[in-house]
């Protein structure tokens, strides 16, 4: 049995992981969002950009909230040499960038380059040796010259990082995993949702990264009753993370929100919570609890829409988040796809 077999999901997030997206700039992964969704329901897009998915009719209404968004870069400034400046978009860390492959969209095509910095050779001395390389200081190298470039690159354009997606397994490799994975995790819940009652809409979210902002205008405009954010937590069974920072780890389960960035982020609705882990218990799939002290998702601005909107959210853990790559486990998505239907069949619990 090939592992494509064992879990399909794989083959959904590859697609969905190499597709480009940067916050602002979601038109090819709104294509493939929008092409996969039709297949399991009645969908729109927004005047914002947002994916909205309807399966179903009547009360009560419920919001499924993937962003589909990733993080990545925007063309700042070409030198007179052809060397590119960019700005980020979502939030990077700047260590993870030296000498990463990107690509920049432009309206001539992809084109390919390196990010550039100085070699620690020519590095003058132990205080410039030490110093911490900043985005400020990094280019792209597109290996043309500044007339190519010119002619080719405008500002504004966007950059995304390489993508390469490795199966190792139960575990996937891959870019913009933050949050692909709970995109791929949205598409399956519609596509194997029946016999519930109500309104589920599925709904792809644009520019998260940038502020939570297709979330507010969806949530708006739908007016669930409950919501749930499918987004990705950070995984800490790595050797620098202690489980007094993040107890997350790979393949024990879907994470269940207890809290987002120290109470800033989404403070779950009680009776949100309580269900999903009702839930989970019941149905045997393995769980795990996620406080947090950074960090948001789309529920930490869907929970305050109009009059407020009772919340809760899932998050598949995934190693290296904001990072040109990441890892996550398809078990933990395969359960985050039950937990979130068995919630939907079960809303009705709460009064």
């Known amino acids: 049995m090939s592992a494509f077999?064992?879990?399909?999901?794989?083959?959904l997030l590859e697609k969905l992981s190499n597709a480009t997206g940067v916050s602002g700039c979601e038109d090819e992964i709104r294509v493939l969002m929008t092409k996969e969704l039709k297949k399991y329901g009645e969908v729109v897009i927004d005047k914002f950009g947002n994916v909205v998915c309807t399966k179903g009719s009547g009360s009560p209404k419920i919001m499924l909230?993937?962003?589909?968004?990733?993080?990545?870069?925007?063309v700042k400034y070409i030198d007179d040499k052809g060397f590119i400046k960019f700005i980020d978009m979502g939030g990077i860390d700047d260590d993870t960038l030296p000498a990463r492959e990107v690509k920049i969209l432009t309206e001539k095509g992809q084109l390919e380059g390196i990010?550039?910095?100085?070699?620690?050779?020519?590095?003058?001395?132990?205080?410039?040796?030490?110093?911490?390389?900043?985005?400020?200081?990094?280019?792209?190298?597109?290996?043309?010259?500044?007339?190519?470039?010119?002619?080719?690159?405008?500002?504004?354009?966007?950059?995304?990082?390489?993508?390469?997606?490795?199966?190792?397994?139960?575990?996937?490799?891959?870019?913009?995993?933050?949050?692909?994975?709970?995109?791929?995790?949205?598409?399956?819940?519609?596509?194997?949702?029946?016999?519930?009652?109500?309104?589920?809409y599925g709904v792809a979210t644009v520019q998260e990264e940038l502020g939570l902002k297709g979330a507010r205008t969806a949530?708006?405009?739908?007016?669930?009753?409950?919501?749930?954010?499918?987004?990705?937590?950070?995984?800490?069974?790595?050797?620098?993370?202690?489980e007094g920072e993040t107890a997350l780890k790979l393949g024990k389960?879907?994470?269940?929100?207890?809290?987002?960035a120290s109470g800033r982020g989404m403070v779950p609705t009680p009776s949100v919570k309580k269900l999903l882990i009702t839930c989970a218990r019941d149905a045997k799939i393995p769980y795990q609890l996620e406080a947090t002290k950074g960090g948001m998702t789309d529920g930490a601005i869907i929970y305050m829409a109009n009059e407020g909107i009772q919340t809760g959210g899932i998050s598949i853990?995934?190693?290296?988040?904001?990072?040109?790559?990441?890892?996550t486990n398809v078990k933990d998505m395969e359960g985050a796809v039950k937990l979130t239907i068995e919630f939907i069949k079960r809303v009705g619990e709460i009064k």
């Open 115 to 200: 990010i550039g910095f100085k070699p620690p050779h020519l590095k003058r001395d132990s205080d410039e040796k030490q110093k911490k390389l900043k985005l400020e200081d990094m280019y792209i190298d597109t290996g043309l010259d500044a007339k190519e470039v010119k002619e080719r690159v405008q500002i504004g354009d966007p950059i995304v990082f390489e993508p390469r997606f490795i199966d190792v397994g139960d575990n996937v490799m891959g870019k913009a995993f933050d949050n692909r994975a709970g995109c791929t995790v949205l598409i399956e819940v519609m596509k194997r949702l029946k016999d519930f009652k109500g309104t589920v």
């Open 65 to 74: 909230a993937a962003h589909m968004d990733e993080i990545g870069m925007m």
């Open 5 to 11: 077999q064992k879990y399909p999901m794989k083959e």
């Open 219 to 242: 949530a708006f405009k739908l007016e669930p009753d409950f919501a749930i954010a499918l987004d990705t937590g950070i995984a800490g069974d790595t050797p620098d993370i202690t």
């Open 317 to 327: 853990p995934t190693r290296y988040i904001h990072s040109p790559s990441g890892i």
């Open 253 to 260: 389960g879907p994470a269940i929100t207890v809290i987002e």
